[in-house]
């Protein structure tokens, strides 16, 4: 999950970042009193009420209108194409899967449960073959039936990428890892549902056969790519506009990156529907340009929620840590906030170079630059997210980044440039998205930091919004020079698999959209994702989860800078809301509801 997937909310000066860091560390010990009785917002839940359990689920009453407000719009509202993490998560409004994360808090809340289907799988063959039964009474937004030929045409989408490019790719890699089948607009067969992988042996069965087992295959069905999508309503390139609902939510109106707003699907029927409660009566997103307003917006009782859920800005979530602390949540946010090395880069091709970088970092510093250990995150030692099965959080601290080397190691860092062949230091270039003031703030620290070692980093900061053909690209990066590379990730779901199969696995290494940027070309790191997919008991697959990590980190591959944390706001109005695993530490908004109409 590249972070895009939660983009696009901090246009706010980067100085602000670091100035804020001991506001926040103060919140959060809460100043010595009841935190639901913290700030002026009498109405509010209570601080953290909502991180990883439910806040008011007995006030949700059913009516009135939700109200989003976000700094971005979402990349597409196509199920096929969305890839932003807020998006997969408010689609679930108005797109169901076969399966899907549980309605729960925390860690449950990543866990797979039947949704269109009566079951999860029933898997034979070794791990190869998965078979589904669809509900009693599922049905489209004009009443019509929800067919296994409709959810088979929705994932025969994914394999669409001259059309409709974007989200992930998993089933097509998983299904068809020759790339075979060349997608329903080019498909020659009469009902153009060709894709030999997938049987649809009446309405309500779907049979799916995978040339090799893999253990987290549910998982990607409970992705929204995996999304049914009606033939006669696909509008190819422009789907994205107004997808046709099978959720309890329909489009009324969408105008790009202004207003979307949703109504009730009134053929929707809530006995065929396990998850959903659909509370509300109509739900709004108004988009803004300034993420202060939106701020400003959240903290007059204007909006209820930010729909892109990465944290408010310096400037609002000062304020609102005096004066609404009982409407704020501070979850892990799932996101690992990184610098990583790319070896085609010299001196980086040398492991010793690349742990003189990690050894002279101050974290202390980088950490206060991402704004202090509330809004910015505990100091990452390792490069898997505590939401992933097989992490070990702090405990696992290599290089002793929270420990003993915290704030840097000279002594170190100059045996390490010793053992590299470069004693007196190097000169490289940081590479930084321009648009993320709170990354350039981070480069920022790393290179007073280095410079301390002898290592002279200029910072080059690029136009954010065209990440794949500039860090995305290799070849860019070697021609640039771009040593070290800024940036983040989180799991698209909460596996290795699902985190770092696309960062370390030597297959995943793409002329363009790379995001192994590193180019790790480890065969023992690769033999491990194959092991892997085809290890089908959890305590197996936990395993092999730590130890790929721990390959990485003994690679020197990585800076890791924080676990992140964001602050989020949420209304007074708000009721049965909490944060969960299956979007990242984002709140879930399939549920929420209101505690009076408005």
């Not at 670091?18 to 917002?41: E, H, P």
């Not at 959720?247 to 105008?255: A, D, V």
Request: net charge neutral.
């Amino acid at each position: 999950m590249t972070t895009q997937r939660t983009s696009g909310r901090r246009k706010q000066a980067f100085a602000a970042v670091a100035a804020v860091a001991a506001l926040l560390t103060t919140a959060a010990c809460g100043g010595g009193g009841d935190d639901g009785d913290s700030g002026s917002s009498t109405g509010a839940a209570g601080f953290d009420a909502a991180n990883n359990k439910v806040a008011q689920a007995s006030a949700a009453k059913k009516g009135g209108t939700l109200k989003f407000g976000g700094a971005q719009d979402a990349d597409s509202w196509d199920t096929t194409r969305g890839y932003y993490g807020f998006m997969w998560n408010f689609a679930r409004y108005y797109s169901r899967q076969l399966v899907t994360g549980k309605a729960e808090p925390g860690a449950a809340g990543a866990e797979v449960t039947p949704d269109l289907a009566t079951s999860t799988a029933k898997v034979t063959d070794g791990g190869k073959t998965y078979t589904y039964t669809l509900r009693d009474g599922v049905t489209w937004e004009d009443g019509k039936p929800i067919t296994s030929k409709d959810v088979k045409y929705g994932i025969e989408r994914v394999w669409a990428q001259d059309v409709l490019s974007g989200g992930p790719v998993y089933l097509k890699d998983v299904l068809d890892p020759k790339g075979e089948y060349k997608g329903p607009y080019k498909d020659t067969s009469a009902d153009k549902l060709g894709l030999k992988a997938i049987d649809t042996p009446d309405d309500k069965t779907i049979v799916f056969h995978l040339p090799q087992a893999n253990s987290d295959f549910e998982e990607m069905l409970a992705l929204v790519s995996a999304s049914p999508v009606r033939q006669d309503k696909d509008t190819k390139s422009k789907y994205g506009l107004h997808p046709f609902s099978s959720g309890p939510y329909k489009f009324q109106s969408y105008s790009p990156g202004k207003e979307l707003t949703l109504v009730r699907n009134p053929e929707w029927k809530q006995a065929s529907d396990p998850i959903r409660k659909a509370y509300p009566d109509k739900i709004t997103v108004q988009f803004f340009s300034d993420a202060n307003q939106l701020d400003q917006r959240l903290i007059n009782g204007d909006l209820d929620l930010d729909i892109n859920q990465t944290g408010m800005s310096p400037q609002g979530r000062t304020t609102a840590l005096k004066q609404h602390k009982a409407n704020l949540d501070n979850p892990v946010s799932g996101y690992i906030r990184y610098a990583v090395f790319p070896q085609s880069v010299k001196p980086f091709d040398n492991i010793e170079c690349r742990k003189a970088v990690i050894y002279g970092a101050d974290h202390v510093s980088l950490q206060t630059a991402r704004g202090g250990p509330v809004a910015g995150g505990d100091i990452g030692t390792n490069m898997l997210p505590p939401s992933v099965p097989g992490a070990e959080g702090q405990k696992y601290d290599p290089y002793e980044i929270a420990g003993a080397n915290k704030t840097g190691n000279e002594a170190k860092a100059k045996e390490a440039l010793k053992a590299c062949g470069k004693p007196s230091g190097f000169s490289t270039t940081i590479a930084v998205r321009n648009n993320k003031p709170v990354e350039v703030a981070t480069a920022q620290s790393l290179q007073a930091s280095l410079k301390k070692i002898g290592i002279n980093a200029q910072i080059d900061q690029y136009d954010g919004s065209q990440t794949t053909g500039i860090i995305g690209s290799p070849a860019n990066v070697k021609k640039k020079g771009y040593g070290i590379i800024i940036m983040g990730w989180g799991p698209d779901f909460p596996s290795v698999q699902g985190f770092g199969l696309p960062l370390w696995d030597s297959k995943y290494i793409l002329d363009s959209g790379n995001s192994n940027y590193a180019l790790i070309k480890d065969k023992t790191i690769d033999g491990l994702f194959d092991s892997y997919v085809t290890t089908l008991d959890d305590a197996g697959k936990e395993k092999i989860s730590t130890e790929i990590n721990h390959k990485v980190m003994e690679g020197a591959y990585y800076l890791p800078f924080v676990f992140e944390k964001f602050i989020n706001w949420r209304s007074d109005n708000v009721a049965n809301v909490y944060t969960t695993d299956g979007y990242s530490g984002m709140y879930d908004f399939v549920n929420l509801g209101l505690k009076s109409a408005k």
